[in-house]
């Protein structure tokens, strides 16, 4: 059973903290993404990563930043925490298979409220 | 760009109704197409998927077909129960630089009520 992690399911932080939110997946997949899921606009995509130490941005990458040191781990930063980044943070790993036919896995996910 | 859009919820059906979820799609080329569940409190998982046109998903008495006339791939249901009770998700695959990304719809909310 592929399993994805996430450090923490509920975390309260101060504006302009900085926000470690942790990914680990014990599946050996390539693929590793960040999400926030917001009501009414459903999942999007922060940044992702196809391999350690590569990153790409995806669809709303401002204000965080993301780290890959190890294949299994997929740490997203928020270098300074805004109210507007309160939201659900999603963590997702998939098989880099190149098809696009991946099933993507998903965390429990991470409730972060910014005061 | 790629781009699915969902039918708004929240839907709310009796035990043993008919479902039906409508998402359209915007692609260039041929995506595979994907719904995801997420029950109360969980992250997301696959409910069924489709790699191209013509081709019937189906898992737990879901089924969704890839229609690329009509750019659709309704969700269905023949007879709902409570434990269907979630937020449903289609989503497509979008090739991006090194690696495929997933595009999803905004969601649509699932109540059945005994």
């Known amino acids: 059973d592929v399993k994805v992690t996430q450090s923490s399911r509920y975390l309260v932080k101060r504006t302009g903290e900085k926000v470690f939110l942790e990914c680990v997946q014990d599946?050996?997949?390539?693929?590793m993404f960040w999400y926030r899921q917001d009501p009414g606009l459903g999942l999007r995509l922060i940044y992702f990563?196809?391999?350690?130490?590569?990153?790409e941005k995806g669809d709303i990458p401002e204000g965080y930043s993301v780290s890959r040191e190890k294949k299994e781990r997929f740490s997203l930063i928020l270098e300074s925490a805004s109210t507007n980044q309160t939201s659900m943070y999603l963590c997702?790993?998939?098989?880099?298979?190149?098809?696009?036919?991946?099933?993507?896995?998903f965390g429990p996910g991470t409730r972060l409220l910014v005061l | 760009g790629n781009s699915v859009t969902q039918m708004e919820g929240p839907v709310t059906l009796s035990e043993e109704a008919f479902l039906t979820i409508n998402c359209t799609y915007t692609?260039?080329?041929?995506?595979?197409l994907f719904w995801y569940v997420q029950y109360p409190g969980e992250g997301l998982q696959l409910l069924l998927k489709?790699?191209?046109?013509?081709d019937k998903g189906s898992n737990k008495g879901f089924e969704a077909t890839y229609r690329k006339e009509t750019t659709s791939f309704h969700l269905e249901k023949g007879s709902v129960q409570v434990s269907d009770s979630a937020v449903y998700f289609c989503?497509?695959?979008?090739?991006?630089?090194?690696?495929?990304?997933?595009?999803f719809g905004t969601g649509t909310r699932l109540k059945v009520l005994a």
């Open positions: 997702a790993s998939s098989l880099y298979g190149g098809s696009g036919q991946e099933t993507q896995y």
């Open positions: 599946m050996d997949h390539e693929n």
């Open positions: 990563s196809y391999d350690v130490k590569m990153k």
């Open positions: 692609a260039t080329g041929y995506p595979s």
């Open positions: 489709a790699t191209k046109a013509d």
């Open positions: 989503a497509l695959s979008d090739k991006g630089s090194g690696t495929y990304k997933y595009i």
